[in-house]
């Protein structure tokens, strides 16, 4: 999408901008605390994995284990801290 074809870039950031704080100012449904845009939940909880680590249950684990072991590679280490490989 190229929305500088038709308006500059700061317009068009301009109007998101006041796009994504209308849609947050929107009443909440009973039960809900706020109005989110596509993705920010997905933003969220890749926020939260870097900071906290991906949880795998010990099923998923074993699975892994099963087939790195099949491949030929050593067993997979295991970490209980995430390993800050990336900025949030």
């Known amino acids: 999408m190229k929305p500088d074809l038709f308006i500059s870039k700061d317009e068009y950031f301009q109007r998101m901008d006041k796009l994504v704080q209308r849609v947050h100012g929107c009443p909440t449904a009973e039960g809900l ?5 596509p993705g920010e939940r997905e933003r969220r909880l890749e926020a939260k ?3 906290t680590g ?6 998923e ?6 087939e790195a072991a099949r491949v030929g590679l050593p067993p997979l280490l295991l970490s209980d801290k995430p ?3 990336g900025s949030s």
């Open 49 to 51: 994995h870097r900071r």
């Open 61 to 66: 684990v074993d699975a892994m284990q099963v």
């Open 83 to 85: 390993l800050n490989l």
């Open 54 to 59: 991906v949880p795998y249950s010990s099923k």
């Open 33 to 37: 605390t706020e109005v989110i845009m």
